[in-house]
């Protein structure tokens, strides 16, 4: 009897030597409760679903791995952190009784994965609200983005987790390898900038071509900084997990390219690590899973903030269909001899170059005036001139302009023979025969002459009027005549939509447009 009972005990001495109490009492799952605060929030661990209110009772697996939790919350942006196993349990004292009297520290054996416990509270909640776009404000375009950081402004550091856990920084000399090459592309921080316009509703869905040019700001992004922070885990045993903090320059534009506002933000991402997933079998798959979302998460935060910016508010306001009408006063302007035909409109059509490239422009009086688009001369420095078809050049200064309708006045030191006439008397019909003079692609494509007919007359957003026009019109069209064959001014070449199978979709400001926007008489 005796005998048996030591053979017994030796036998579990020899168990729990290899297993311990702890690992075999314990559960493999540990119910977890996050605390989130709201009740229409929803929880996720490893994106399973885990249940929907201020307090979940999520499962967590006991298997060493880190946990990604994450709350999702309508009208908030997600948040995200990782809980670990970081306690030993308290199972593991049992070890001791009745077999420590076998070996000098069991506790100590027993580390399996069951050993170890999760902290049984967490708490995580939404704290960045999304705001809607507003009615009054503009639709934004993410125009160019782009991934410019040196590589010494990409820091990859490594922090212990107790460190971590206690607020406090990494320890100086910290460092850490996120894999032999890490690409941050842009098209990671285009689809998390993207994402976040169109959850914010800042993404013009409309299926309309035509859109005014004064409710929608455009935006370059340029991350000039990062830093990984890996927070190791607690003694070796768990899987890691990474914080990711970017610094970006934002800008805003308008229509023509003139800087608006400038700010650069640092966004700091949540807490994320790897964890099997069915869309990412391999190992570093899994790692580059992470990476991808820890940077969208970080470019996400530093755009919410930047949008919650003062400045950035006041020029995402819609600005009124008004602008630039009532300050100007009347400009009266002395015409020259009346273009009256094809070859007379060659000469009162001119080429208009600048820093930027080139555009065309129509001579409107004998002083010197001649019309183009504002787009042609926006943003450029003051070394504007006029290339006209006798092959002088000379410089001009812009007088007038009228952003909503895409117009621009400027103003030469010569006396000009061959003009157009500029009336407010619509003088056109849709499927009337019209011509395009301008200066396609390239500068020795000066006075090119092209055919085509009036296809329609449209209004943009703002009920500002637009000719349709199928005329083969480029880029360096921009500013020049629309006309008839007897040289009746039509209009201004205004812009060409092209891409996606569209051909043949050309517009021009109407002439009696010309006059109201920049407050012309003509006599």
Same mark, same amino acid.
């Given at each position: 009897m005796f005998k048996s009972l030591i053979s017994y005990t030796l036998i579990a001495s020899i168990l729990f030597l290899s297993s311990g109490c702890a690992s075999i009492l314990n559960g493999k799952y540990q119910t977890v409760t996050v605390h989130t605060g709201a009740s229409d929030a929803v929880v996720y661990v490893n994106n399973k679903k885990q249940g929907t209110g201020s307090d979940v009772r999520a499962k967590m697996q =006991?298997?060493?791995?880190? @946990?990604?939790? @994450?709350? &999702? =919350?309508?009208?908030? /942006?997600? &948040?995200?952190?990782?809980? =670990?196993?970081? /306690? @030993?349990?308290?199972?593991? #004292?049992?070890?001791? #009784?009745?077999?420590? #009297?076998f070996y000098l520290v069991p506790p100590l054996m027993d580390r399996g994965p069951k050993s170890f416990n999760y902290t049984k509270e967490v708490t995580l909640t939404n704290k960045r609200k999304v705001n809607s776009k507003g009615a009054d404000q503009k639709y934004v375009i993410m125009k160019n983005i782009n991934f410019d950081v040196k590589k010494e402004d990409f820091l990859v550091e490594s922090i212990d987790y107790k460190r971590f856990k206690k607020g406090k920084s990494s320890k100086t000399g910290d460092r850490a390898t996120l894999g032999e090459d890490i690409k941050v592309d842009n098209s990671i921080f285009s689809t998390a900038l993207n994402n976040a316009l169109l959850e914010s509703g800042f993404i013009d869905t409309t299926a309309g071509v035509l859109k005014t040019k004064m409710n929608t700001t455009y935006v370059n992004a340029r991350v000039s900084k990062m830093k990984f922070t890996t927070v190791n885990s607690y003694k070796g045993y768990f899987n890691r997990s990474i914080i990711c903090e970017s610094t970006i320059e934002w800008e805003f534009m308008d229509k023509y390219d003139q800087v608006k506002f400038k700010k650069t933000v640092v966004g700091k991402s949540g807490e994320f690590c790897s964890f099997p997933d069915e869309n990412v079998n391999s190992k570093e798959g899994q790692e580059m899973s992470v990476i991808q979302r820890v940077v969208q998460d970080a470019i996400t935060n530093s755009f919410y903030e930047m949008l919650d910016n003062k400045e950035a508010k006041e020029w995402l306001k819609v600005v009124p269909d008004s602008l630039g009408k009532s300050a100007l006063p009347v400009l009266t302007i002395n015409r020259g001899t009346a273009v009256k035909d094809i070859k007379s409109a060659m000469e009162a059509t001119t080429v208009i170059m600048t820093n930027k490239g080139h555009g065309s422009g129509c001579v409107v009086g004998a002083d010197g005036y001649i019309i183009t688009s504002f787009h042609v001369v926006a943003n450029v420095d003051s070394n504007i001139k006029v290339l006209f078809n006798n092959g002088d050049t000379v410089l001009a200064k812009v007088e007038r302009i009228s952003e909503i309708s895409d117009l621009a006045l400027l103003k030469v030191k010569r006396t000009c023979k061959a003009s157009y006439v500029i009336t407010e008397t619509p003088s056109y019909e849709i499927a009337d025969e019209v011509f395009a003079v301008g200066t396609p692609a390239a500068i020795d494509l000066g006075q090119t002459v092209s055919k085509g007919i009036i296809s329609g007359v449209r209004k943009e957003s703002n009920g500002v009027e637009l000719i349709q026009t199928d005329v083969s019109v480029n880029p360096g069209n921009s500013g020049g005549a629309l006309i008839k064959r007897d040289g009746t001014f039509v209009g201004v070449v205004n812009a060409k939509i092209s891409g996606g199978g569209m051909e043949g979709l050309g517009f021009c400001t109407p002439a009696k447009q010309i006059i109201t926007e920049l407050k012309l008489n003509f006599k």
């Open positions: =006991r298997d060493y791995g880190a @946990k990604q939790v @994450k709350v &999702e =919350r309508p009208g908030y /942006k997600s &948040e995200y952190s990782v809980h =670990r196993q970081s /306690k @030993k349990s308290g199972l593991v #004292i049992l070890s001791w #009784i009745p077999f420590g #009297i």
